[in-house]
């Protein structure tokens, strides 16, 4: 019973990259071993194979092979010396932190027009061509109009329309209900009638049932 327990999971070195199995993970730790490192670069090679074939889904990478070579040198601990045909990536490069992205922290004061029509207002109020100026205009109302019908069911008018452009450029378009004009899209929302259709058979159904036991009914 001793034999069984001597290599068991939990008694060995955790896997660094569980995808290519502890197998793969012994072939590099033997690399170390192996004193002459034209051989020890020659069995970096197959071992670089066995892995692409193991986890055969890496190949669909465009780079898949710098990729295998940059995993065995991650699981040699980089400590792997060998005539690698790729730059190896050292530990601090591939534990580095990837830089914050840099989401956007202001708030957005109408969410059913979403965040877009803040930067259409901004880009608005930098036109100077007025003839620009106008189309660009009746296309932000236009936009506003019927974003709101879509998605709040209300129809705005050009006073509403205007107020709101004036609270997204913080007073800089001060404008009013004949400075543009609103074309209206042709949107028409589709009725459920799946709904009353199943509901309407269910209740004719329930009928017929209920006109069968009166027919079959006899009073005795």
Do not use: C
């Amino acid at each position: 019973m001793k034999t069984i327990f001597e290599n068991y999971n939990t008694q060995r070195d955790p896997l660094i990259i569980s995808e290519y199995g502890r197998s793969i993970q012994e072939y590099v730790n033997h690399l170390n071993s192996i004193f002459d490192r034209d051989k020890r670069t020659s069995m970096a090679y197959a071992i670089v194979e066995m892995m692409g074939t193991v986890n055969s889904e890496i190949k669909k990478q465009q780079n898949y092979k710098e990729v295998l070579w940059g995993h065995l040198h991650q699981i040699s601990n980089y400590t792997l010396d060998v005539e690698s045909p790729y730059e190896l990536p050292s530990q601090v490069e591939v534990q580095k932190k990837p830089e914050h992205i840099g989401y956007p922290t202001t708030g957005i004061k109408f969410r059913f027009y979403g965040r877009n029509l803040q930067n259409m207002v901004d880009s608005l109020i930098e036109v100077e061509d007025k003839n620009t100026k106008q189309e660009l205009l009746n296309l932000v109302a236009s936009f506003m109009f019927n974003s709101s019908r879509a998605w709040n069911d209300e129809r705005l008018s050009n006073e509403a329309i205007a107020e709101h452009i004036s609270r997204l450029s913080q007073g800089k378009l001060s404008l009013s209900s004949d400075d543009f004009e609103v074309t209206q899209d042709n949107y028409v929302p589709k009725k459920n009638t799946n709904s009353n259709s199943s509901s309407n058979s269910k209740k004719h159904s329930k009928n017929k049932n209920r006109n069968k036991r009166k027919s079959n009914y006899r009073r005795y």
